[in-house]
């Protein structure tokens, strides 16, 4: 059988990676592996599809609470996980606004009228929702908030001014030039953003699914994660 006759690896990813992992991908599969096709969404609505049987050979979560769930149900390998990358909690505003958006705080202020998170079964909702609730913020901002199926939905909210401010991931932000980044989110004020990967149990690709989160491992696709805002875990 040749490279082209076998099926494609399916991997279902968080929506933050929808840009950087099909750039992994090409080049693995320009060099001799099979393809790779990608079902992107929020990890919840992933790890729920994973649990009502859809076919998947690997799974990319935005944290760990879903992989954590998925393992505990034994949908997944518990021997092929691993922490990919991580990320960074950010504010957006679109890029024509004049508001003074500098700190966590400013989000609170009257002239913030409407508020994106992603919803709170979503990682980077859970994330924000977090955040927000540490800083003592979330009582004075929980009423204008307005809840997305996944942290895209938001950034393209915060692109076209249909909100004030969203809260998203940093690599959200670089990829969208209508907004700007107005302040990052103190680190101890959320959990650690990671991306863990796993192979699906009972895979129907289980072998290429590990040697292609292998491969995501590697120095080549490390740069390219890096290229887009991702951080790379400590050696």
């Keep these: ?83 990919l990358v991580g990320n960074t909690l950010v504010a957006v505003v679109p890029s024509t606004s004049m508001l003074r958006v500098t700190t966590a705080a400013d989000l609170a202020a009257a002239a913030i009228k409407r508020l994106g998170l992603a919803g709170e079964n979503v990682p980077a909702g859970r994330y924000a929702r977090t955040a927000l609730t540490t800083l003592g913020l979330w009582p004075r901002i929980g009423e204008r908030v307005l809840s997305g199926d996944n942290v895209r939905t938001v950034l393209g909210w915060v692109a076209s001014g249909e909100v004030d401010a969203g809260i998203v991931y940093a690599t959200d932000a670089l990829i969208e030039p209508r907004v700007r980044t107005a302040f990052v989110f103190p680190s101890g004020s959320h959990p650690a953003i990671e991306y863990p990967a796993a192979v699906v149990l009972g895979a129907a690709h289980a072998a290429d699914a590990a040697a292609f989160l292998g491969y995501c491992r590697s120095v080549e696709a490390g740069s390219i994660f890096a290229a887009a805002g991702f951080v790379l875990p400590t050696p």
Excluded at 5 to 26: I, K, R
Excluded at 29 to 35: D, I, L, S, Y
Excluded at 44 to 65: H, N, T, Y
């Design 1 to 83: 059988m040749t490279i082209a006759a076998v099926a494609a690896v399916l991997v279902l990813a968080a929506s933050s990676l929808t840009e950087t992992l099909p750039a992994v991908a090409q080049k693995w599969t320009a060099q001799g592996h099979p393809r790779v096709e990608f079902s992107f969404d929020a990890s919840s609505r992933l790890a729920r599809q994973i649990e009502q049987g859809a076919p998947a050979d690997a799974f990319i979560s935005a944290d760990g609470a879903w992989m954590d769930q998925l393992e505990a149900g034994g949908l997944i390998e518990p021997a092929t996980r691993f922490d």
